[in-house]
């Protein structure tokens, strides 16, 4: 590895030298200098190389990381990401299909059981609403697999009644496309995306560092009367998830 700039040139214009060092780095990404997949210099030697405190290179890494460029294995260092994007589509109100949406990306999507237990409806406070407030919900969780690689923590909760309904289908298998087959109609679905960052325990699954950026989109297929059929939660790693909007001229 013989990165081109041994040196990192002092920030003129108003820019701040993080903001130098990022495009240092993003630059041996692109050329190659630095191989996808391959760990890069720890941040003392890419310190020393560039004559920057650690801190800026730090700070450099964190926006990198958070562009998808980089990612920090837990013990192991920071890798240039080698993997393909999944791209999910929202249009005119409607987020594709996850399983579809990993096919079209070339992506073989697959689904690995953690278990199903019976929780109370009170277990989060987005569940308001789903079920009365004297019944049980089961909650599914499984990961979400990428060509075989953990990306996600994926979990549903379910009316029993739904759960009954679907109990043949609820180890290993997409549960939204099967549901017309149930008589079980969706007529609009009610959608939270928003950014986290890795617990220590999530982290571990998703072979990432600790604070790792996440996006976590939360759904709610209702029928047409507005009540809820069930909820679901994608806990996804940001690197691997591009999310793209279509909106419609009136």
């Not at 050329?31 to 996808?36: I, T």
């Not at 995306?193 to 560092?209: C, H």
Request: aromatic share 6%; charged share 25%; no cysteine.
């Amino acid at each position: 590895m013989n990165p081109s700039s041994k040196r990192v040139p002092s920030p003129g214009g108003g820019r701040f030298l993080y903001q130098t060092v990022t495009d240092t780095l993003r630059s041996r990404i692109a050329s190659g200098a630095y191989p996808r997949g391959e760990r890069i210099p720890s941040v003392d030697e890419l310190a020393t190389e560039l004559t920057v405190s650690s801190i800026t290179v730090r700070r450099a890494i964190r926006d990198l990381t958070l562009e998808g460029l980089l990612i920090g294995r837990q013990g192991l260092g920071v890798f240039v990401a080698d993997d393909k994007r999944i791209v999910r589509t929202i249009d005119g109100g409607k987020l594709s299909a996850l399983d579809e949406d990993m096919r079209a990306s070339g992506i073989k999507a697959s689904l690995y059981d953690r278990g199903i237990s019976v929780v109370p409806p009170t277990d989060e406070v987005f569940l308001k609403g789903l079920v009365s407030s004297h019944a049980s919900l089961y909650r599914l969780e499984r990961l979400l697999l990428a060509d075989g690689k953990v990306v996600g923590l994926d979990t549903l909760w379910l009316p029993r009644v739904l759960a009954d309904k679907l109990k043949e289908h609820l180890q290993g298998e997409f549960i939204i496309p099967l549901l017309p087959q149930y008589g079980i109609i969706v007529d609009h679905t009610r959608y939270q995306i928003e950014a986290t960052t890795a617990t220590e325990a999530q982290a571990q699954v998703l072979d990432v560092v600790s604070g790792y950026p996440l996006l976590v989109v939360r759904y709610f297929p209702s029928a047409a009367d507005g009540r809820p059929i069930l909820a679901g939660q994608n806990v996804t790693r940001a690197d691997r998830f591009t999310y793209t909007f279509t909106s419609r001229a009136e």
